[in-house]
């Protein structure tokens, strides 16, 4: 189900010649080692989702650290290329799990793309636009994913269920609006929203909903931003960043 998705996610970038990021779970890598060379080949970067899935405040330090290091060397093993970009599962990183950020600094990360601006997937109170976070050694960029302000608060149009749910001209408002201010908007999508008929985990319907959203296929909407917008990957983003600064 994966590799088919990710196939086809794969196919629109190359007839719109858009480069994107993947975050790859180690433990994917693993199962299909033919998966992260598909990606690396196409000339895409691959970044790390950590290995197991499991919430960065479920792990201690040393687990969480650990599965860095396994995530980095099956990718490197596999593409010759480690990641250098880090996105925790279900925006789990916060300023409780501060000791995080010096971990993936210790690691040589470039940068992190967990900290989301939403209600319930993360905090509201976390900045909406790309920044440089605060600490001992290396520089850690922080980019996180594009929301939209209303008077609602802010609104997941950068991807999950409201990327297919929003109207498409609020999306494209919103990425005109970041590029003027010449901040990045960074949009998402998990293979599975290519597949809305595919299996989905039986869940409270509430929690179905802010996980799945609609059974709508996102890639009429990706095809239509492919044709009107320049995407490029975060290591690139944040290579231009480093050499401005």
């Not at 919430?55 to 593409?79: M, S």
């Not at 501060?98 to 971990?103: D, E, S, T, V």
């Not at 998402?188 to 996980?211: A, C, I, N, S, W």
């Not at 909407?221 to 600064?245: D, G, H, P």
């Amino acid at each position: 189900m994966v590799r088919r998705n990710l196939e086809r996610i794969l196919e629109l970038l190359g007839e719109y010649c858009q480069k994107a990021t993947f975050f790859m779970l180690g433990s994917v890598a693993e199962s299909d080692p033919d998966l992260a060379p598909m990606i690396c080949s196409a000339g895409h970067e691959i970044a790390s989702h950590g290995y197991s899935h499991r919430l960065v405040p479920d792990l201690t330090p040393q687990q969480f650290r650990d599965e860095l290091r396994l995530t980095e060397r099956l990718i490197l093993d596999q593409t010759g290329e480690r990641p250098f970009g880090y996105r925790a599962p279900q925006w789990s990183l916060s300023d409780e799990t501060g000791w995080a950020f010096n971990i993936l600094r210790e690691r040589g990360y470039l940068y992190d793309s967990s900290l989301n601006p939403l209600p319930f997937v993360g905090d509201s109170r976390n900045r909406r636009t790309a920044y440089r976070l605060e600490g001992e050694g290396s520089f850690l960029w922080e980019i996180p994913p594009m929301v939209t302000q209303s008077w609602m608060g802010n609104l997941p149009t950068g991807g999950g269920w409201g990327f297919r749910f929003f109207p498409f001209r609020m999306i494209c408002r919103t990425i005109e609006t970041l590029n003027r201010k010449h901040q990045p908007a960074v949009l998402y999508l998990h293979p599975r929203e290519l597949d809305p008929f595919g299996p989905r985990l039986d869940l409270p319907p509430l929690k179905r909903f802010v996980t799945y959203g609609t059974r709508t296929d996102a890639a009429p909407r990706l095809t239509e931003l492919f044709r009107r917008y320049k995407f490029i990957t975060l290591k690139e983003l944040v290579n231009e960043w480093q050499f401005a600064s």
